[in-house]
């Protein structure tokens, strides 16, 4: 059992930088690729970005590639998302998830049902 705690969100101005974190206990963090999502309100939750075990692959959906980045540190249990250019749009409740399959394609990784283990998210809020 993966324990996941999300961290680093705020109220921003459109055009800043933030950096989420999400930290891992209970279990080998190697071990799962991971995923960030975002929920808006009255939206479903939806993809944004994920990383394979060693970190070796990533893929983004459109709306933030060029703008966000993953990335892992297996050393510290800790996947981050690094997210430059924010505009209102990105505005969501934020949430990392664990996945414990070894296939790690795009087609899996972008969809919610693929991940074992969620965190209670973090809010981001993009003012203009």
């Known amino acids: 059992q993966v324990q996941l705690v999300e961290s680093g969100g705020g109220l921003v101005q459109a055009g800043d930088s933030l950096r989420l974190s999400c930290a891992a206990s209970g279990g080998t963090f190697s071990a799962y690729g991971l995923g960030w999502f975002r929920q808006a309100p009255g939206k479903e939750r939806e993809f944004v970005a994920a990383?394979?075990?060693?970190?070796?692959?990533?893929y983004s959906d459109d709306s933030v590639k060029g703008r966000f980045t993953i990335s892992r540190d297996n050393a510290k249990n800790t996947v981050y998302l690094q997210m430059n250019s924010l505009k209102l749009e990105d505005t969501a409740v934020y949430y990392c998830?664990?996945?414990?399959?070894?296939?790690?394609?795009?087609?899996?990784?972008?969809?919610?049902?693929?991940?074992?283990?969620w965190g209670q998210g973090t809010q981001v809020t993009v003012s203009s």
């Open positions: 998830a664990a996945d414990r399959e070894a296939s790690w394609l795009p087609s899996r990784v972008v969809r919610t049902g693929t991940y074992d283990y």
């Open positions: 990383i394979s075990r060693q970190g070796s692959s990533t």
